[in-house]
């Protein structure tokens, strides 16, 4: 028998007992490649993850948003009379919207005697507003809140001014919330942009009709 026939049963046995004794096998300098390939497949997972918890989330609020919408447009459909319009932007409309004000101003027109949410305004008032701009989201513009909100300005924190052109006449669609993240700069506005086009047209309509 040769010497490493001789030295097999020994080797199995003993496993290691055969390979030099130097510190580049020890576990504490080798590098687990398996173990490196886990731990960023890991990270990979979790990133992936939270993306798609953070898309879930986007596509709900988006869903949220366009419900509201939708309520809101149904109740104004509803009305008859431009009265009956004026109380369900008041009402309901805001409530659809969770929102604390809506209100509509048109230069040089007060429709009604007595309005909550369909008002007057002076000429230039939606150039003073929005400039050359079709809307604007964030906070409360103070220097403009006490005309446009009244008595209850100093409770509004965020709002959104739409651009409105009701049968030739300029206009501005106002919403206020008490909440300050209501209204952001960052946020979309189609969902606004289709609700002011609704709002046009129905008030385009009460004022020919009166």
């Known amino acids: 028998m040769s010497d490493t026939d001789a030295s097999k049963p020994r080797l199995f046995a003993v496993p290691g007992s055969g390979l030099p004794d130097t510190g580049e096998l020890r576990a504490d300098s080798v590098v687990d490649i398996n173990a490196a390939a886990r731990a960023k497949l890991q990270g990979e997972i979790r990133r992936l993850k939270a993306t798609n918890e953070a898309l879930i ?17 149904l109740a104004i459909l509803e009305a008859d009379t431009l009265a009956a319009f004026d109380r369900k932007l008041a009402g309901r409309v805001a409530g659809a919207l969770n929102v604390d004000l809506v209100k509509v101003f048109i230069e040089g027109h007060a429709p009604l005697r007595t309005a909550e949410s369909v008002l ?4 230039e008032l939606v150039k003073s507003l929005l400039g050359e701009a079709p809307a604007r989201l964030g906070p409360v513009d103070r220097r403009f809140a006490d005309a446009l909100y009244g008595a209850q300005a100093h409770r509004q924190q965020a709002e959104a001014l739409v651009r ?4 030739g006449r300029a206009g501005v669609m106002c919403l206020a919330a008490r909440d300050r993240e209501a209204f952001t700069p960052e946020q979309g506005t189609d969902l606004l942009h289709f609700l002011a086009r609704v709002v ?11």
Not at 120 to 123: D, E, I, L, R, V
Not at 201 to 206: G, I, K, Q, Y
């Open 57 to 73: 989330a986007l596509a709900k609020a988006n869903l949220a948003v366009q419900a509201q919408t939708h309520s809101a447009v």
């Open 120 to 123: 007057g305004a002076a000429p």
């Open 164 to 167: 409105l052109d009701i049968a």
């Open 200 to 210: 046009e047209r129905r008030l385009a309509l009460f004022l020919r009709d009166g």
